[in-house]
């Protein structure tokens, strides 16, 4: 089996900030994800990329940017915290076409920013 | 406006009763529609999925049972157990990587 790896947990920022999270995927799969969780708004897709070097955006990337420098790895940077937001955020990849496999899901890293 | 819809947003029962979580969805041009399971501190993980040329389909306790022409489904959970109490959420995609997700319902299995 596989495992996604996302880091830092927990990160606390202050408006304004720029603040990247990272993850690490060794399923060896092709498609990477990233989302974000609010509380009663369910999984919102911000950014996935379907090989290395490729981004696609998704329904919530603006004030996000995104990199997938590796196969393995694929990053997300908040360009600009807004103040009191408070949010998870979830990597997830899949083999391949997502309609005939799954997505495999890392723990999430929350944000809070002061 | 919101492509997958969830209801309710949440649900009690009771130990051993079927729990039914219901979905809609607005584009006709979904054909894959999985659901995840979401336990506090954890991401959520793939339960079961079903594609739209079948109109139910099992796995144990867990069935999905599909409308096509009325842009629904639900998943109905048999025999809930306590361990079931969890975020259920239904997704929806078609033929390329992105998949749309619900809000989710929160599910509690009242012992």
């Known amino acids: 089996g596989g495992i996604i790896t996302q880091t830092p947990k927990f990160l606390i920022g202050q408006e304004g900030q720029k603040l990247t999270l990272k993850c690490q995927q060794n399923f060896n799969h092709d498609t990477m994800y990233w989302y974000r969780q609010d509380s009663g708004k369910g999984l919102r897709l911000i950014y996935y990329s379907i090989t290395e070097n490729d981004l696609q955006k998704g329904d919530l990337s603006e004030g996000y940017d995104a990199s997938r420098e590796k196969k393995s790895s694929f990053s997300l940077t908040v360009t600009s915290a807004q103040k009191n937001e408070m949010a998870v955020f979830l990597c997830?990849?899949?083999?391949?076409?997502?309609?005939?496999?799954?997505?495999?899901f890392g723990e999430g890293s929350k944000l809070t920013v002061l | 406006q919101q492509q997958v819809r969830q209801s309710p947003q949440s649900l009690t029962v009771w130990e051993g009763e079927t729990a039914i979580l219901n979905c809609s969805y607005e584009?006709?041009?979904?054909?894959?529609f999985p659901w995840y399971q979401q336990f506090p501190g954890e991401g959520p993980a793939l339960l079961i999925s079903?594609?739209?040329?079948?109109n139910k389909k099992e796995d144990g306790r867990f069935t999905i049972f599909f409308n096509k022409r009325e842009k629904k489904l639900s998943l109905h959970i048999a025999d809930s157990q306590p361990g079931d109490s969890a975020t259920y959420f239904c997704a929806a995609n078609y033929g390329n990587e992105k998949i749309t997700f619900g809000a989710g319902t929160k599910l509690t299995i009242k012992p």
């Open positions: 997830a990849s899949s083999p391949g076409t997502a309609n005939t496999g799954q997505l495999y």
């Open positions: 584009n006709s041009a979904f054909d894959y």
């Open positions: 079903i594609l739209s040329v079948s």
